[in-house]
């Protein structure tokens, strides 16, 4: 990187802005095919049921009906390994709403009214909604192998945690608890299927096309290239949009049997518990430390509530494992089927529980050992080059320069001392650290450059509002030499796009971002050999800037990037395949998070007034768009603190929240003043040492805001969320 | 949201409500099954011939008499600017302007909005050329997956008819009914501003 970067780091306009805000972006809702039938689900309204017999004779004689499937209809595989055992329709409900039955119908209301003339004859069974009980021997088992998924716990060791135990001064040790939540993104999961000569097209509100494409050839028994999956404009995932759901494979289905296009859009209601969720879960932590803050051991035992169906996602958090260099180690996991909806991935998946529950012990024991929490920090992270479990580096880290540029910002040195304050609104500051891997990932990338210097850049990878559709076409335009102005990017369309893993788990940035580069860099070369033999000059020595092939040496000895493209043939085509996979060093990303809160002991109401966050991104590609991942996720993050969860009626086994209005999303009042710091020292393995952050900004809001709340109040909050109810509680 | 209610709109809610209570005596799946009726041109259906102005083009609608004005917009014009983010009146997503004031279109019954002028996102940019508000997201990047955007930008554009300098306060109060789960709400307040900003110069 000699050359100085031009369009890297700038805060371009958004390559689709426009198409943004004039309402232009066509979402999957918003396609609108002639003939498209409307189709519903039939749900089962109870937790755990039999169906005995179904009846769709009336449903299918119903004028303006065009398909009716249940169960019998539709392959009897499995959906995909995200979703466990759960069928697309089935016959043996373990979650109340799973789908019975399905119509197709000219009119929303003639479908709703088909519904209405299913007669099905459930066998209602017992059911359990809590992990713990569901461990119990008395409770109602859901499938042949138990409760506990796997037979067994899984448990993780390093080093030996008895004897790190023994050596630590000083032992702290408490349960934690994390509610039902949901990822909730604004458009719900929205699918139009159409068939034409063997051929499936599906417009799906996906984060993943590439694996839905897969799932669904599996799923149909057809060569992908029948398969067409298109995700152009995506409101919001978060994990909820990540795999193929059984709406889509039944409209699928529905479309072929009815011979005409059907669309789907889930309601609220169903969007908010019949995709993947974050399931409930219990922390028991127990950490250890000497005097001189050097951590020993740390055992943490999670009881994971991973729904109906046994999927799991889940398993992945790594704030046990891989924030601190501890020694001796133990995590043990016990994954739990109940009659919930399915725990499956959502933005931080188990992390931003994890945070919460280890981030609460790491503030305690510093405490016990009499060190700043701060100090106790810095002494025990991970450093770049460390290595990690399964015999891997850890590329980079900023997290030191996070921790010590967000402490400053805060004043975290004039923190006042716990339970120093009278008065029943008390004010207190806490912090918490996290980390995420990203980019596990493979992408490829295809340049075209075009002969009038204008460059189509084509890429898998989903821009769901993560901005990277822009960063993409930041990254090309820089490799290649041109202006971000000549770009035009096609995104997520798996029979005009290569193939891109999909965008989650912080890893499009790090797989898509170094394809995108590796592409361009690719197209480059191409043209500086088209170039090489008009200008007499050796390749070596020819560079491409701002659209021009030049001599280093000699620049007004140029020709245009489209010159040389039409020398070549009219079109160059670059291409790069990035495999961000099973490599010997891994990259993660890094942020220090500081929160100021005011706690009305009176009420129990806990006020956020400054949220500090402090992220290692590697490098920004631009800053407007990863301040936006790091606000909207540090945002989600206090709501997770504070308001979030999905509620049972025990009685019935359903949900009661299931609405904008019960299920406390953050408006734009409870946003508290975030200040963004980004620190950049460049990673070895992504695109300009870009490196992920959709993740790392909801994970560390929650343990941030109740170390807060303990240096105000004296007293720890272990459960989340926050609400005014348990505060009161609390104190 | 206060605003988003005006005396005379019917909403949507009071209509279903008014309907259920005359006819509660036919039967408890009343209201579903008279829209299919409608629909299918079956006895009990309701078509009623409607003038609207939508951006700033006359119109002359045949509409039964339950459908929403998102639906009509959406289904039966192709104006699909308005998203349906929960068809609750929760959301904000489906905002649109009717007479300069934002209503949740999910709330609005097609035949309250006879005769009312009716801005949609579409009709916003003037050959073309962006509003001022549309400018200022675009430059503060005031919007993430941008599914909530038509209908912040409008909720923002009849703030800042009504009140040209807001505080920081006048905009989280004029926009508290529209969410934005991606919470870009940092930048969508910058936008704002720098849409006042753009208005008075």
């Known amino acids: 990187m000699a050359q100085e970067l031009t369009v890297v780091g700038k805060a371009v306009a958004g390559i689709d802005a426009t198409e943004r805000v004039t309402g232009r972006a066509a979402y999957t809702a918003d396609i609108q095919l002639p003939r498209a039938l409307y189709a519903k689900m039939l749900r089962c309204p109870h937790p755990h049921a039999r169906v005995k017999a179904i009846d769709v004779s009336k449903a299918q004689a119903l004028p303006g009906v065009k398909a009716v499937l249940t169960p019998r209809d539709i392959p009897s595989a499995p959906l995909a390994p995200a979703h466990g055992s759960r069928r697309a329709l089935t016959d043996y409900v373990t979650l109340a709403g799973e789908a019975v039955a399905a119509v197709a119908a000219v009119t929303p209301e003639i479908a709703a009214e088909a519904l209405k003339l299913i007669q099905v004859d459930y066998e209602t069974l017992p059911f359990v909604i809590d992990a713990e009980e569901a461990l119990k021997p008395t409770a109602p088992q859901l499938e042949k192998e138990g409760n506990l998924i796997g037979g067994r716990p899984k448990i993780f060791t390093r080093g030996d945690v008895e004897k790190g135990f023994a050596e630590a001064d000083k032992i702290v040790e408490a349960n934690y608890t994390t509610p039902l939540g949901t990822g909730n993104p604004l458009e719900p999961r929205a699918v139009t299927a159409q068939w034409s000569q063997g051929r499936l097209t599906l417009w799906l509100a996906s984060q993943g096309p590439f694996l839905a494409q897969q799932e669904l050839a599996k799923y149909l028994g057809l060569p992908e290239n029948r398969i067409r999956v298109i995700s152009t404009y995506v409101g919001g995932g978060f994990g909820h949009k990540y795999s193929l759901h059984p709406e889509d494979v039944v409209t699928a289905l529905l479309a072929r049997k009815a011979g005409q296009p059907v669309k789907f859009q889930m309601t609220r209601a169903e969007d908010m518990y019949l995709g993947h969720v974050r399931g409930a879960a219990s922390f028991h932590v127990k950490a250890g430390a000497k005097r001189d803050g050097a951590i020993t051991a740390l055992s943490v035992r999670r009881i994971v509530n991973q729904g109906a169906h046994g999927a799991s996602a889940a398993d992945g958090g790594i704030q046990s494992t891989g924030l601190y260099n501890v020694p001796n180690l133990r995590v043990e996991t016990l994954q739990v089927r109940t009659n919930t909806p399915d725990y499956g991935p959502v933005r931080g998946v188990m992390d931003p529980g994890e945070n919460f529950a280890v981030e609460s012990a790491i503030d305690e024991l510093a405490e016990a050992i009499e060190m700043n929490p701060l100090v106790l920090r810095i002494k025990n992270i991970h450093k770049g080059g460390d290595p990690l479990d399964g015999g891997v580096t850890l590329s980079s880290s900023g997290l030191d320069e996070c921790i010590r540029t967000g402490a400053d910002r805060i004043g975290w040195g004039r923190r006042k001392p716990t339970g120093a304050q009278t008065g029943a609104k008390k004010i207190g500051v806490g912090m918490a650290v996290t980390t995420r891997t990203g980019g596990s990932d493979t992408a490829t990338a295809i340049v075209k450059v075009n002969a009038d210097g204008s460059v189509n850049l084509f890429c898998g990878a989903t821009d769901i509002g993560t901005g990277s559709r822009t960063t993409l076409a930041q990254i090309a335009a820089e490799e290649l030499g041109v202006r971000y102005e000549d770009i035009s990017i096609t995104t997520s369309d798996t029979e005009t796009t290569p193939y891109s893993r999909g965008s989650w788990g912080s890893g499009v940035i790090l797989a898509a971002g170094k394809a995108v580069q590796l592409a361009a860099a690719d197209a480059r070369r191409k043209l500086i050999q088209a170039a090489a033999q008009p200008l007499q000059v050796k390749p070596e020595d020819l560079v491409v800037a701002n659209g021009a092939i030049f001599a280093k040496e000699l620049p007004e000895k140029k020709i245009t990037v489209g010159q040389a493209a039409a020398r070549a043939g009219y079109t160059v085509i670059g291409s790069g395949t990035a495999h961000q996979t099973n490599r010997p060093t891994v990259a993660r990303g890094f942020a220090a998070h500081f929160a100021e809160v005011e706690v009305d002991t009176d009420t129990g109401q806990i006020r956020v007034l400054r949220l500090i966050a402090a992220h290692d991104v590697g490098r920004a590609i631009h800053p407007k768009v990863v301040e936006n991942q790091i606000e909207g996720g540090v945002i989600q993050g206090i709501a997770l603190a504070l308001t979030e969860e999905l509620i049972f009626n025990r009685a019935t086994g359903r949900l009661l929240n299931t609405n904008f209005v019960d299920f406390k999303v953050p408006t734009i009042k409870e946003t508290p003043p975030i200040e963004v710091i980004l620190v950049e020292p460049g990673d070895p393995l992504g695109a300009f040492g870009a490196k992920g952050s959709g993740e790392t900004p909801i994970q560390a809001p929650a343990a941030a805001i109740a170390n807060a709340v303990y240096n105000a109040t004296g007293k720890r909050p272990r459960e989340l969320p926050m609400t005014p109810r348990r505060i009161l509680a609390l104190l | ?201």
């Open chain 2, 1 to 201: 949201m206060d605003e988003k209610k005006s005396p005379f709109i019917i909403s949507r809610r009071d209509f279903l409500k008014g309907g259920a209570i005359g006819t509660a005596a036919l039967s408890s799946g009343l209201l579903l099954r008279s829209e299919v009726e409608a629909q299918s041109t079956l006895p009990g259906a309701k078509i009623t011939r409607i003038a609207l102005k939508i951006n700033g083009a006359a119109q002359t609608l045949e509409i039964d008499n339950r459908w929403t004005l998102l639906y009509i917009l959406r289904d039966q014009l192709g104006l699909t600017g308005a998203k349906q983010g929960c068809d609750g009146g929760q959301c904000g997503a489906c905002t649109v302007l009717i007479e300069g004031k934002p209503h949740y279109a999910c709330m609005v019954l097609g035949i309250a909005a006879q005769g009312r002028e009716i801005l949609t996102i579409e009709g916003l940019a003037k050959d073309d050329a962006l509003h001022p508000v549309q400018l200022a997201f675009v430059e503060e990047m005031g919007y993430q997956c941008a599914f909530c955007t038509p209908g912040m930008i409008l909720s923002a554009k009849a703030l800042l008819d009504r009140n040209p300098k807001p505080s920081d306060t006048d905009i989280r109060q004029g926009l508290a009914g529209n969410l934005c789960r991606c919470a870009a709400y940092p930048k969508i307040i910058r936008s704002v501003m720098n849409a006042a900003r753009r208005i008075a110069s």
